[in-house]
């Protein structure tokens, strides 16, 4: 295949224009030396007919339909039609970032429009246009509380994603923070040891849930960390936030998330959705693009990127984050999927998780062969100690066709014979019925 | 403006101020098991109030969004020579693709044995993307070409603190991308800037007055932002590795090089490369883009973890390099951006890649010479895939910017150019026609900007105002900032 739209021919013509007699006289400019004079080794094109082929065979080769209880930061939710169909429309996806209001007012109105959701879900003033996902947020959000506070220690939470741990140390490696691992009692941050380390730090990082489900004592988290002097950074779920209390109602100073599960699909990790808010007095400190309303010269009502001092292409080295890129079509994704679902559809779906994964938690335990980790609130995701080998365990229900959880083992040693468990909405009662027999047979 | 364009009396309501409370679009799914106390559930945790969602039913979204559809323009719609942005044609097979069920609901934490097909696409895509650059080691985890470039310099720097040689600066040229100084800054390193010479390339002498034992490294675009291929590249990257510093590839032009010539070939030791850009996956309004970064074999063992291996039984699997920076974000990387490239790697293959750049160069030349009697090029030598206007003669003889010109070219129906970039051009406007655009749309783009430099002799009042018929005029920017409205609140 190829996407050139110009003939032989024209091409002569083009070429006597630049006053060249081939092609290769333009690269002429490119030393000898370091010319490549040999074809690449890549395979041949083809037609779109047999790359159609190549990629469904792919696509086969990765089994699904599964009954998946899998999450950890990636969730199987339903993805209305109408968000996709959306998403589609080629003056979206195939526009670039929109700096040229007049013909991006589309773009910049569902920002905008996306920023005024994220802050109505998490209780924040702003929120920006997007990150790249959860984890790098998170990372973004310490970096900008140690440029507010001048301090450079970060307390984490080690109940926090360990990918979202991994990389923010992974980041910290530069000098820029100072990261310190705030220890776990029974699922969640430990508030005796998070006490005597917040002192001195630019922030309190914590996700609630857990990494492990458990639901945080936010407010009482957020005390703890004012009193040091630090912020309160808090990752959540966003459809959780559905029927859970806002951060931002709480005490949290910024809120960050992964927003994969509104209307992205899990798409093997990414692209996902971070979600980046906070309070309005931290704004000039914010990484990432804002859409803002103003008025055109004739007065009528438009929008544009704005607040652009904080960004790289103005400020350089001195610029709040080097993010230039984000998740924008994942952020428009988010957009659609909150308008089509709205406070009562999400408060629903949001309610149907955390039942239905109530249900499965109790029925799990009462097969006898798992017992309570931690034991501590949760809303759609718990670990639960097996009594036996994990992988054997979860080897034998893939093959009944059951993504049988999360073996937390891949993380730590700590974790030995904990597994992991998410339930979406879109899991039935049904489904987790015939799941629970398996389990008795095992 | 294009034809889809249209200008409307009254603008479109937010979809907040759509609807009414009763309307519904999804609604939950009826509960088929026994309700939970929330409050109870959720440990003294449940929502006070509801968030403030908008509450509209289906046909309402769907004309909300076809609405700020038809106010938006992408590459579908028209000509977007947007320099530096590489905005080319995105194939629809490859949006076909990332949907697959195989793909698009595939888990990251999937047992590897479940997920073969996409372990081996990503695989595939190392490979590929190692024989391009000429820089075997490839990580596909970056999100973006900023994420890449933070991605690479921390390899650059964990590779000299395990030489026990720590080093605290890192060089850039006047004409780099602002990603490369916030990303260097991001990484802990000072930025020392270095001039271009009069043919638009690093100028040698600032470089050699710059290097010493404790530069970390070169950040530099080749292709730089000028269109230019450095014509001392070979010398520039001895100069750099003479005093143990690594040279890295800002690889946002790779565009112009594809199958030509290779950065590793030149001496670089890692670049990033932008998917979003090189390899046609859509930029989504701002993204979502990827970043892989391709290293040399010195660099390969502090790539971030996990990549991509082949096990001796031709399986795929999850490996982490042994002295890995550790992650760079959650799960694998942006797959769905992935299975495009991949895809359109596939279906071009080689010889289809270097006729890519071919006619990208060829489309850019061609444009130049087009132009430069009724517009001044910045430095006029053969391009590569993009070159540089300077607009300083019409500012200073008719008063009129780069901005308005770039502005009038909306009334044409075209994306303006990128401008005030580089930075080192005044009054830049930076074209890049991209290989996917015909004769005819770069002849009737020449029509357009040579009316224009006509305008600005005959009636530079009027580019003060341009444009007139897109849906909204110029913006008061100033306004959105001193009295900033960035998100919708209710009425009390």
Redesign the interface.
Known sequence: MRFIPVSCEQRETMLHVVGARTVDDLFEVIPEDVRLSRPLALPRGMSEIELADELEGLAASNTSGLVSFLGGGCYDHYIPAIVDSMVSKPEFFTAYTPYQPEISQGTLQAIYEYQSMVCALTGMDVANASMYDGATAFVEAALMAARVTKRDKVVVSAAVHPEWREVLTTYAESGMIEVVTCPVADGRTDMVALEELAADAAAVLVTSPAFLGGIEDVAAIAGLAHAAGALLVVGTNPILLGVMEAPGNLGADIVVGEGQPLGSAMSFGGPGLGLFACRQQFIRQMPGRLAGRTTDVDGRPGFVLTMQTREQHIRREKATSNICSNHALNALAAGVYLASVGSVGLAGIARACVAKAHYLHDALIKTGRFTTVNDVPFAHEFALRYDGDVSAMQHTLLERGYLAGLDLHRFSDDYNNVVLFAVTEKRTRAQMDRFLEEVASL | ?SE??KREAV??P???ETGSPE???????T??????D?DA????????V???????T?VE??R??????????????GF?P?GS?T?????R?N?????????????????A??????L??IHGLQE?LG??SGLPAVTLQP?????G??TAL?MI??YHVTNGDARKRVIIPDAG???N????????YT?TQVPSNDRGGVDLAALEAALDTDVAALMLTNPNTLG??D?N??EITRMVHEVGALAFCDGANLNA??????PG??GFDAMHINL?KTF?T????????SGPVCVAEKLAEFL?GPIVAKDTDGSFMLATPARS?????????????L?RAY?Y????????????S??A???A??LK??LKGAFDIAYD??C?HEFVISGERQRKQHGVRTLDM??RL?DHGV??PTVY?PLIVHEAMMIEPT?????EVLDSFVDAMLLIAREVEEDPEMLH?A?YT????????A???KQ??????PAE
């Not at chain 2, 100084?181 to 802990?188: D, L, S, Y």
């Not at chain 2, 290989?435 to 004769?439: A, V």
């Open positions: 403006m889809h364009m603008a479109r937010l979809i907040f309307s519904r679009c999804v609604e939950a799914p509960l088929d098991v026994p309700d939970v929330l559930a959720l440990g003294g945790n449940a929502r006070a509801a968030p403030r969602l908008p509450h509209v289906e979204i769907a909300h969004y076809a609405h700020l559809a038809s106010v938006n323009f992408g590459v579908d719609n977007y947007l942005c905005m080319k044609y995105n194939p097979i949006e076909w693709a990332c949907r697959l069920p195989g793909f698009a609901g595939a888990h990251p934490y999937q047992p044995e479940t997920v073969q097909g996409a081996g696409l590929s024989e391009i999100a973006a070409g900023a994420h470039e933070h921390m720097r964990a991308h602002g990603t100084p916030a990303t260097a800054a991001m990484c802990g930025v230019l291929f014509e590249i070979v090089i594809l199958g030509k010539a290779r070939d030149m979003h046609s859509p930029h989504g309004g701002g993204g979502p883009g971030p920076i550790g992650r760079v974000k959650a799960f694998l990387g942006n797959f769905g951006v299975v895809a790697i596939r279906a071009l293959g080689a010889e289809g890649i270097t006729e890519v071919e006619q160069v060829l489309s030349n061609y010479e087009r030598r053969t590569m770039a502005k909306l994306h303006p970039f290989e996917t655009e015909s004769l105002e444009p897109t849906p909204v005029r110029r913006l008061d920017e306004a959105a900032v900033p409205d960035l998100a919708w609140k």
